[in-house]
């Protein structure tokens, strides 16, 4: 076996030099009078309603596109306001499908402008109404459009450019409408306002709704009981973007007894410290030494029996696992653990809890792997993020963390393909699905994807399986052992190797994660809706070492710029030919924004990696394994779906591979063997609120013959500038325990 390689060197980058591209239409598009004057009308509607209705001072317009754009394709002109883009003022985005063109989505924003801007718009659709009825008869097409740019021409009081970019607006947009919430509310639930320029809690008494400050999330994100909901529902069905039941049901796992008693456990020392977030746990013990208990629930809530088996169960996996479970030794060792008890068993409120985390996580701020076994019955929506899932994005932004989440578990009564609850839609954290020790989904896992886009569970493990009458053993009180299986007892081993990845290997978050994902993967990169991209390997020397056929190297940084590169990766040449495959696994946690609904993740790192290739006009390229030309120079036009589906735009996993065939022959080696890697950042709105985005990557090069070259790689490396560390268990275990060492003084 090869041990991993980790390689340091510089990276290089420049800012986004491109001008961005001429206005135009698509090829074949003829945009129509009349379709300009319907938008107008529309938007004349939304006017007088806005103008009766002023609570909110300003318009919420939603704009209905034909299909999924790219933010190049949204408004450039209509609902623009003096020098602030469109783009600006988008306060919602979803996704809605077209029954009438094959059940395709398409997307739909919605823009908070000020009145003026609604005023300013309808005026210039009906000048650029006029000038199609009096010079094009009517209508417009793309060759007419072409030559329009390269002449002078009069556009009424509109310049040649507004009346150009209107056309251009036009033709991505099916109609403008006010889209208001129509739900029967029984319950509690957890809502989420579009913002307006009027504060939450000023806005809501307009509407005869007084709301305390402890029911309020954030600014826009508020607890709310039926009766309120009913009257806001009443009063502003406009102003709700998001809604969700506040009252959860957490169903807890079933433990059997096992004839099995611990036996005692050496008391910690230095261990590093998992958090686990959870029902209370139970003093009485064998391992309650490795364990620090906060009980965080209230007085008045009281706690049974029953309450203190599932947390208990998920902390004595972390602690001492392998102990019970042999077969799932996975190297380890034992962790301590910090619990905090937030729920019990049965119902409680999401938005309680949510603020409990908050505030567990705000004052342990040493503890970089926290564990959520807790999860909803309920479905996650297709539009939106949960407000727990969110709540979790945000403190991993905020605190440089990662939390573990069980992918929940399907109940007796729901159909095999209900969707995962709350939080697993967390797009940051590392959402673990169970499997049976045949490999296979267990027969209670639910399934993604999450925004109908991204790949949730993240991975798989072994959780036990009723069905097959496996089981993961678990301690819960003083009696013994007992046996469980559930997504709630898979998590924990994940938490255990991301804690080791993270506390004892020095690993960054990104780098660990991205090490999780690439081991579970292997070299058939489809991910599973319910296995996610696949069952990470028991051992974590599996996850630290590669076969000898294989050269596996870590790579980290930071973006400083719009493109982050190196041209210089050398991989090894044999005849003018490398006899590799290769694959990539890049991970980064993106900034998140729930208000942008399906646009959740606002950081976009884009992957290129390939061979280096000097092009037609003299340009040295990278020639993707995977044939990624976006943002390349040259004109590379591709549909916004398509760039999602082929290259995974806007996701913060990205996973390229060459695929493995019969009689597979090395490619030919350009430029002195030189691989190159880029990373292009693109920031979905323009606030540029993000300058450095930390990323962990990993790449495989498999040689095809099954000869280890992974020592003449390093020579290549260092030759190059690369410094080459080989990642040692051994060494990097002693390093942490020499760290660890309490020096006295005498």
């Known amino acids: 076996m090869n041990n991993i390689l980790e390689l340091k060197g510089v990276f290089q980058h420049k800012p986004n030099q491109s ?4 206005i135009s239409l698509k090829k ?18 939304i006017a007088d309603y806005w103008s009766v209705h002023s609570e909110i001072e300003g318009a919420l317009v939603s704009t209905h596109y034909v299909r999924i754009v790219p933010k190049s394709s949204r408004l450039q002109f209509l609902l623009s306001c003096t020098r602030e883009s469109p783009n600006d003022f988008i306060v919602g985005a979803k996704f809605e499908t077209n029954i009438d063109s094959d059940n395709k989505k398409h997307h739909v924003f919605t823009y908070f402008i000020p009145l003026e801007a609604l005023f300013r718009t309808i005026h210039s659709l009906k000048e650029a109404y006029d000038v199609l009825i009096k010079q094009y008869q009517g209508k417009i097409s793309y060759e007419e459009f072409e030559e329009l740019k390269r002449k002078k021409i009069k556009c009424n009081g509109l310049s040649k450019t507004g009346f150009l970019q209107i056309i251009v607006d036009s033709s991505n947009i099916q109609y403008f409408r006010i889209d208001k919430l129509e739900k029967n509310i029984h319950e509690a639930c957890i809502i989420t306002i579009y913002k307006t320029n009027v504060k939450t809690q000023e806005l809501l008494r307009k509407f005869g709704i007084s709301i305390p400050e402890s029911r309020i999330l954030n600014q826009l994100t508020i607890q709310m009981n039926p009766e309120e909901i009913h009257m806001l529902l009443d009063k502003a069905p406009y102003l709700v973007a998001m809604g969700v039941n506040d009252l959860t049901q957490y169903i807890p796992e079933h433990l059997t007894e096992s004839s099995e008693i611990p036996k005692l456990i050496p008391s910690p020392k ?13 003093k009485d013990v064998y391992f309650h030494e490795w364990v620090d208990y906060t009980n965080c629930l209230s007085e008045n809530i009281p ?20 102990r019970g479970n042999p077969n799932l030794d996975d190297g380890c060792g034992r962790f301590r653990v910090r619990h905090f008890g937030v729920a019990v068993a049965g119902t409680f409120s999401s938005f309680s809890i949510i603020k409990q985390i908050g505030n567990i996580v705000r004052l342990n701020r040493d503890i970089k792997v926290w564990n959520l076994s807790l999860g909803s019955v309920l479905e996650i929506n297709d539009n939106f993020i949960s407000p727990e899932a969110a709540e979790l994005d945000r403190l991993q932004n905020e605190y440089d963390i990662v939390f573990i989440v069980a992918g929940t578990n399907l109940s007796s009564k729901h159909e095999k393909k209900y969707k995962i609850g709350a939080p697993a839609d967390s797009l940051n954290s590392i959402v673990v699905n169970s499997v049976n020790f045949q490999n296979q989904s267990a027969s209670y896992s639910r399934s993604g994807p999450v925004l109908s886009f991204f790949v949730k569970p993240d991975i798989s493990y072994y959780g036990g399986d009723r069905q097959k009458h496996e089981y993961i053993t678990v301690c819960n009180n003083a009696l013994g052992a007992k046996q469980a299986a559930g997504t709630s007892f898979a998590a924990p081993w994940i938490a255990r190797k991301m804690a080791y990845l993270i506390y004892i290997m020095g690993f960054t978050r990104e780098v660990a994660k991205a090490l999780l994902i690439d081991s579970a993967t ?66 980064y946690f993106p900034l998140c924004n729930r208000n942008q609904g399906v646009d959740y993740t606002d950081t976009e790192l884009d992957l290129h990696f390939g061979r280096l290739k000097i092009d037609k006009a003299q340009h040295l390229q990278i020639k993707s394994i995977n044939g990624n030309l976006q943002a390349e120079s040259g004109q590379h036009s591709i549909y916004e779906e398509d760039a999602r589906n082929d290259y995974r735009k806007w996701d913060n996993v990205k996973i390229v591979a060459d695929p493995i065939y019969n009689n597979m022959k090395p490619r030919k080696a350009y430029e002195k063997g030189l691989w190159g890697i880029k990373l292009y950042c693109k920031e979905r709105l323009n606030k540029h609120a993000r300058q450095e985005v930390p990323f962990g990557l990993i790449i495989t090069l498999k040689e095809i013959k099954g000869i280890n070259r992974i020592e003449l790689f390093k020579q290549l490396c260092q030759v190059r500038g690369w410094i080459v560390n080989d990642v040692s268990v051994e060494n990097r275990v002693q390093v942490y325990l020499k760290g660890e060492e309490t020096i006295r003084l005498d």
């Open 19 to 22: 001008r961005g591209g001429s």
């Open 28 to 45: 074949g598009q003829v945009v129509k009078a009349e379709h300009i004057l319907t938008l107008a009308n529309d938007l004349k509607k």
């Open 270 to 282: 230095n261990e590093p410290v998992i958090g686990v977030i959870d029902t209370p746990f139970n």
């Open 303 to 322: 706690i049974g029996p029953m309450d203190y088996e599932h947390g208990t169960a998920v902390s004595s996996i972390i602690v001492d696992g392998p």
């Open 522 to 587: 292997g070299w058939y990169c489809r991910p599973d809706i319910k296995k996610g991209y696949g069952i990470v390997p028991v051992s974590i020397q599996d996850i630290l070492q590669s076969p000898d056929d294989e050269i596996k190297f870590i790579i980290y940084g930071k973006t400083k710029n719009y493109c982050t590169y190196t041209y210089q990766l050398p991989v090894p040449v044999v005849e003018n030919k490398h006899p590799y495959l290769a694959k990539a696994t890049l991970i």
